[in-house]
């Protein structure tokens, strides 16, 4: 009886993607192994039709949809695609996992505190407008720094500049490069602390407080 209870007050999630589909595999297999509490990934939409992306969510038996970036002039045009795409799908939480065309203000205010990104490093460090994918990496493995990470964070109407959610550090090794640091990054963070954000968001455990969270609970 419990458990229906629990089953009907799931949050659905919509994710976002734009290339390899990397984090939305590392959600269906943590969704496999019921890590994503009181949370299913009920549609995908993908901003470009080669997206690998749309093939796992293909396979996983998700629902999913290509709203391209490119078919619409104006960004507002896009923005209304968007939000006309997730109708009548009773989204709870949208995860941007790679997804690399920038949200208008309509989406952001519609879904406030309700979409989560994951970019690949340290906010506040290499973020912002033009930090995305591995042009992180390269910035990074240019500056020197020895510790990079991922962050999952609360999107606002500044690029990468939501309440952080979760972080973890990866360290960077002699030899790198570009490709060998994204693996690491993604492997030993985001895979990780991306479903453990989307499970903690969906059994209500952040708490915003301004531009930052609390976790409620101990045991994440
Ligand atoms: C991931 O590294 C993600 O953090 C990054 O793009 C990659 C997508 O990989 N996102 C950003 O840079 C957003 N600013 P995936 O398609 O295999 O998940």
């Not at 969704?31 to 997206?51: C, P």
């Not at 960004?75 to 989204?91: H, K, Q, T």
Request: some cysteine.
């Amino acid at each position: 009886m419990l458990m229906n209870t629990v089953e009907n007050n799931a949050k659905n999630i919509a994710v976002f993607v734009s290339g390899g589909g990397t984090n939305l595999q590392a959600l269906i297999d943590a969704q496999e192994r019921g890590e994503i509490k009181n949370g299913r990934i009920v549609f995908v939409l993908a901003s470009n039709d080669k997206a690998y992306a749309i093939e796992r969510a293909r396979k996983a038996g998700i629902e999913y949809q290509v709203v391209s970036r490119k078919a619409y002039a104006a960004s507002e045009e896009y923005d209304a695609a968007i939000l006309s795409a997730l109708e009548n799908r009773g989204i709870d939480l949208i995860v941007l996992a790679g997804f690399l065309s920038i949200l208008g203000p309509t989406v952001i205010e519609k879904y406030r505190n309700k979409i989560i990104n994951i970019h690949p490093s340290l906010i506040p460090l290499f973020c912002g407008d033009g930090f995305y994918g591995k042009k992180v990496h390269t910035a990074v493995l240019a500056s020197g720094m020895k510790v990079t990470g991922a962050t999952a964070h609360f999107v606002n109407e500044i690029t990468d500049g939501g309440a952080i959610i979760l972080q973890k550090a990866v360290p960077i090794e002699q030899g790198d490069n570009e490709d060998i640091l994204q693996y690491r990054v993604m492997r030993q963070a985001e895979w990780e602390i991306l479903p453990k954000a989307v499970s903690l968001f969906c059994e209500d455990r952040i708490r915003i407080v301004g531009n930052r969270t609390e976790i409620i609970g101990t045991s994440f």
